[in-house]
């Protein structure tokens, strides 16, 4: 793996100094970039670096100045997740870039070998993916870790344009996500209450969201108290207030980006997501006390982090926005307890009609996510019948185990 580290200012030339600035800005960005980023603070370096890729077909160009334009993009949004991170206690740590000697990051394009209509949202990733597996094939060293973002140009045609970007994937699968490019994307109109301002919000806050995905992230909202303080989280709907309207990490997302194989710092030669050690749940108890559902199980295992998540039914993905998450898991020689206050909760369904309010309670779940050394995931899904708890004990419709999020 490549060994470049993450502070913008280590291996770059030419570069020229904010007062201002923690790090050394690149000359050749834009003025409005360098105000942007004249707060940027040092980043603690990292052993891997995501993979990024530009995939165009073999019958269009990428989008003017992509190269500066996506350099400025990726510092600051690697600017956001180190501050996330050390907000929620993990220091200034962020996803790993490979910097070029001026200063914009190292993207990898690739010319496919289809016409860029070959490639579309609905089953292009595959062929896109096939055709970036088969360049680390024959350029091993530029594969610098498991995780890469692959963007691609908009499609001009009747429908789409640079004025409405669209047609080519932009989703995650697995740890390889996919966003879009088009000329106007540029950090220039971030937070701007204009049409490129909102459109931007839109496309850099899903690639931003998407990214999260591609770096191991689950949905999840964060609590009542912690959204009215805090705003949105990114993996909620933060990819729609992204830019315009406060938008942060949760710390539970934090955790499973602690031991996300692109944050690791330099001299962590951890074989990441090599793992076959599930984590064991036993005897899980659900009850109500004193307005909060009090979740009492045992974990055996070994793992670093474990974080909570509860939501209503269903729980198919992209119907999970709403999941909230926690992360005081109190633990004591395997046995460990839950506490999640009702109104921390206040927007679910099931958490409506507990306090009195008329709602549809149906089916709830609780997800407990055990975050490994090497980053490996293990889920276990306890799934219950909201009108079915008490303070004696709650059946569990079904308790189910499985690797990943």
């Known amino acids: 793996m490549n060994t470049k580290t993450t502070i913008i200012g280590a291996a770059l030339a030419a570069m020229l100094p904010l007062t201002a600035s923690a790090v050394d800005i690149p000359q050749h960005f834009s003025q409005e970039a360098k105000a942007k980023l004249a707060d940027s603070i040092q980043l603690a370096p990292t052993e891997h670096q995501l993979n990024i890729v530009y995939f165009h077909g073999n019958d269009v160009e990428p989008a003017k100045d992509y190269e500066r334009r996506l350099s400025e993009l990726f510092v600051y949004l690697q600017q956001f997740y180190a501050r996330e991170m050390s907000r929620n206690g993990f220091g200034p740590r962020s996803f790993g870039l490979s910097m070029l000697p001026n200063g914009n990051v190292?993207?990898?394009?690739?010319?496919?070998?289809?016409?860029?209509?070959?490639?579309?949202?609905?089953?292009?990733?595959?062929?896109?993916?096939?055709?970036?597996a088969a360049y680390f094939a024959a350029h091993p060293e530029k594969r610098r870790s498991h995780h890469t973002l692959i963007l691609m140009p908009?499609?001009?045609?009747?429908?789409?344009?640079?004025?409405?970007?669209?047609?080519?994937?932009?989703?995650?699968?697995?740890?390889?996500?996919?966003?879009?490019?088009?000329?106007?994307?540029?950090l220039r109109h971030l937070g701007q209450d204009t049409p490129q301002g909102h459109l931007l919000t839109k496309w850099f806050g899903g690639m931003a969201h998407e990214l999260g995905h591609g770096l191991n992230l689950p949905h999840n909202n964060g609590t009542a108290q912690e959204m009215k303080e805090l705003g949105t989280p990114l993996m909620g709907a933060g990819n729609y207030t992204f830019g315009m309207r406060p938008t942060y990490l949760t710390?539970?997302?934090?955790?499973?980006?602690?031991r996300s194989e692109t944050f690791a710092p330099v001299g962590d030669n951890t074989a990441f997501y090599a793992s076959n050690s599930p984590v064991t749940v036993e005897n899980p108890q659900l009850k109500m006390k004193d307005g909060a559902l009090v979740l009492r199980f045992r974990a055996d295992g070994n793992f670093k982090h474990v974080n909570a998540y509860i939501q209503d039914a269903p729980f198919a993905v992209n119907q999970d926005y709403e999941k909230v998450a926690f992360t005081d898991v109190k633990r004591k020689?395997?046995?460990?307890?839950?506490?999640?206050?009702?109104?921390?909760?206040?927007?679910?369904?099931?958490?409506k009609e507990l306090r009195g309010e008329k709602a549809q309670k149906g089916v709830g779940g609780i997800d407990l996510v055990f975050v490994q050394l090497d980053g490996t995931r293990y889920t276990c899904r306890v799934t219950f019948n909201w009108a079915d708890i008490t303070a004696k004990g709650t059946p569990f419709i079904e308790v189910k185990s499985f690797k990943g999020c």
């Open 106 to 132: 190292d993207i990898i394009t690739i010319q496919g070998s289809l016409p860029h209509k070959e490639y579309p949202y609905s089953g292009g990733h595959g062929k896109v993916q096939r055709e970036v």
């Open 154 to 186: 908009t499609w001009h045609d009747a429908e789409y344009s640079d004025a409405n970007p669209g047609g080519v994937p932009f989703y995650g699968v697995g740890q390889t996500c996919y966003a879009l490019d088009y000329a106007d994307f540029d």
């Open 251 to 258: 710390k539970a997302t934090c955790r499973i980006l602690d």
């Open 333 to 351: 020689n395997g046995e460990c307890l839950l506490r999640i206050p009702l109104d921390a909760i206040a927007a679910l369904d099931g958490a």
